[in-house]
């Protein structure tokens, strides 16, 4: 079975600065998706970015990209400039592609990140 | 705004009642989900219903009773809860064909409260 770490139940950055949240996973498959969830106070889970384990170049998203490295199974958030509106819980996320595997997602543990003005 | 709507955002009911949440998705998507949230606990799927047929059942309990009557609605059906039920549903959807799913989008969940 999948499993997904995250090691920093919080974090803190100041505004503008950057910080870098960590996740691992353990998977047996070859393929797969890892994504960066943000669920602020509302509780929307909001999608931030994903990565596809085949793709060997980091993804990015304006101010978000991550260190992907798969052969050590860690799968990194990078928040650049950090705003006030990036505070919220992070999550990592794992899905695979098979038939059987690909309809679930499974999540980290989650890590709450404050921006301090 | 996702595009996944949740009702009733709140909710407070005995142990002896019955209710239900709605998930309603505006995405033209044909996969939907029920995830359970808890303090301090990873988010938990509970459900995947795939073209309206169920596809998975995370060994939930029989007291939660899922029913997914088309691709745009999915309705979670509560009955003689105990508190420990309490917790955030979520919903989701997404994509899904043969062999392959897409990114999954959520709702803003129902926050259950069971006394």
């Known amino acids: 079975a999948q499993t997904v770490t995250q090691s920093q139940p919080e974090m803190s950055v100041q505004e503008a600065e950057t910080v870098t949240l960590s996740c691992t996973y353990d998977t047996s498959e070859s393929d797969y998706y890892l994504f960066w969830y943000k669920q602020p106070p509302s509780r929307q889970m909001i999608l931030v970015i994903r990565?596809?384990?085949?793709?060997?170049q980091n993804a990015t998203e304006n101010r978000f990209s991550v260190n992907f490295q798969k052969a050590a199974k860690s799968f990194s958030l990078k928040i650049s400039d950090s705003q006030l509106g990036d505070a919220a819980m992070y999550f990592c996320?794992?899905?695979?592609?098979?038939?059987?595997?690909?309809?679930?997602?499974?999540f980290g543990e989650g890590t709450q990140l404050t921006v301090n003005p | 705004e996702t595009g996944v709507t949740q009702t009733p955002r709140h909710l407070v009911m005995g142990m002896t009642n019955k209710k239900s949440l709605k998930c309603e998705q505006h995405l033209g998507h044909n996969a939907m989900y029920w995830y359970k949230q808890s303090a301090k606990k990873p988010l938990e799927l509970m459900f995947v219903?795939?073209?309206?047929?169920?596809?998975e059942n995370n060994s939930v309990p029989s007291r939660f009773s899922p029913e997914c009557p088309n691709s745009s609605h999915l309705f979670l059906h509560l009955h003689t809860l105990q508190p420990e039920d309490s917790a955030l549903y979520l919903c989701?959807?997404?994509?899904?064909?043969?062999?392959?799913?897409?990114?999954?989008?959520f709702g803003p969940g129902t926050r259950l409260t069971v006394t």
């Open positions: 990565q596809e384990a085949y793709k060997q």
């Open positions: 989701a959807s997404s994509r899904w064909t043969s062999g392959s799913s897409y990114e999954q989008y």
């Open positions: 219903y795939n073209f309206k047929e169920q596809t």
């Open positions: 996320a794992y899905r695979g592609r098979g038939e059987t595997s690909g309809s679930r997602l499974t």
